[in-house]
């Protein structure tokens, strides 16, 4: 009997994935606000209002009166625990964002990432190897452990210079940050500075760096006026090591989990590796890095929405939540189902406008090569447990397993 053709399109409800959505962060409140738009209360116990259709998020993202540093403050209204250094590019405005902005966009671009994709086909390669002869023995092994973990932190650490070594004085703490639990946030605070100051020390020049993009960009610090200072690089660096690493690694864990538990999908992509940048970009849309999607921005003005939803009043806290966006059924219908053939507007997931992530085309890259290797090699990978078992590691943005147990059917 001839095996069963591949399937050429995959649709699916992404709700009937065990534990894919996190938990929410804030509460809804009963009262509209003053210009007519929903309200919800953040952790900080601050009234945003809060906006959840494509349009309205795309407007606020696009507008640079939306400002972001008033809210990096003090008792300021957000979904951390504590304050973050206000020269990280997510907490800066015009025209400092833009400043910085350029002065490392070269270096996280398309053109970049195509340099960098090599390197990662080697490594993930050489990850499978050693996965293969393990699975051919007949052994369970946890494909986290043994592949994804230890691929993005070694993309991330070679592309930035960073020796190998230093791996393990920062990449706990880097998790912690993201995770930001607020049970006991002076240690949370401690394990920030400790990461904050080792970054200090790439920038001073106090460890020894191979060559990579920390290098190229200390020499090119004086190309931007003015001058690009320590603490300003160290800030952006920082959302460098942590973003290039722990968010890549949520993301990719996550579409790689989806895919085995759906296995149709899998299918698809090692039947076709055409398939797979298509696969991830509908991924991406539904599968929310942690439990926020954006930071909360204060309103510099009165704006009418052009949805003609509402007004927000100057001064109003705002939740663009893109999360919300990417399921606008007018804008991605049937919104919660996987469709590896739907076309239309391109997702939030990345924010948009001035603070686009400056990291996406990095994740795309990291993503697609990854799960190629391992769909084209691996074609007949299954988890070796229940979905429901796999335990998570859950924060404010984080949300991936923490293992993924797997085996080979022959």
């Known amino acids: 009997m001839s095996a069963p053709a ?5 649709r699916f409800d992404v709700r009937s994935i065990p534990n894919i959505t996190p938990p929410g962060m804030i509460t809804t409140q009963a009262a509209l606000s003053p210009g007519g738009l929903p309200q919800i209360t ?16 795309h407007q606020v993202l696009t507008d640079t009166s939306f400002i972001r540093r008033e809210t990096n403050v003090d008792d300021g209204p957000s979904f951390l625990p504590t304050i973050m250094p206000e020269d990280m590019l997510l907490n800066l405005d015009q025209p ?25 086909r080697r490594l993930a390669d050489s990850a499978v190897d050693s996965l293969s002869s393990t ?20 993309v991330n650490a070679y592309y930035l210079g960073i020796p190998a070594s230093d791996i393990p004085k920062f990449r706990h703490l880097s998790r912690q940050m993201q995770l930001a639990h607020d049970t006991d946030v002076p240690q949370l605070l401690e394990d920030f500075w400790e990461l904050y100051h080792y970054i200090e020390d790439l920038v001073s020049g106090q460890r020894d760096l191979s060559n990579g993009l920390i290098k190229d960009l200390l020499a090119a610090r004086d190309t931007v006026e003015p001058p690009v200072s320590d603490a300003e690089y160290a800030a952006t660096l920082l959302g460098s090591l942590v973003g290039g690493d722990q968010n890549v690694l949520s993301v990719l864990s996550k579409i790689i989990y989806t895919a085995l538990v759906e296995h149709s999908l899998w299918d698809l992509m090692a039947d076709d590796r055409r398939t797979v940048p298509d ?17 909360p921005r204060i309103a510099s003005r009165d704006i009418e929405l052009s949805s003609g939803t509402g007004t927000l009043r100057a001064g109003e806290i705002v939740y663009a939540d893109a999360h919300k966006a ?13 469709d590896t053939a739907r076309t239309g507007k391109r997702h939030l997931q990345f924010g948009y406008g001035m603070h686009h992530c400056m990291g996406s085309a990095l994740a795309r890259m990291e993503i697609i090569e990854a799960i190629t290797v391992l769909t084209n090699r691996l074609p007949n990978l299954r988890l070796a447990v229940d979905p429901e078992t796999i335990a998570w590691d859950t924060g404010v943005l984080v949300h991936r397993p923490l293992s993924l147990p797997v085996d080979s059917a022959i």
């Open 96 to 120: 400092d964002h833009g400043r910085l902005k350029r002065f490392v966009a070269a270096g996280y671009s398309a053109n970049a990432m195509t340099g960098l994709a090599p390197t990662v």
């Open 6 to 10: 591949s399937p050429s399109r995959v």
């Open 42 to 57: 953040l952790p900080t116990g601050h009234t945003a209002v809060h906006l959840t259709t494509y349009a309205d998020v």
């Open 279 to 295: 696969v991830v970009e509908e991924l991406l849309r539904l599968l929310p890095l942690g439990r926020i999607s954006t930071f």
């Open 135 to 154: 699975l051919t023995a007949g052994a369970d092994v946890d494909l986290m452990s043994e592949v994804l973990d230890p691929l993005t932190i070694n």
């Open 326 to 338: 990417n399921r606008d059924p007018e804008v991605f219908p049937e919104p919660w189902v996987v």
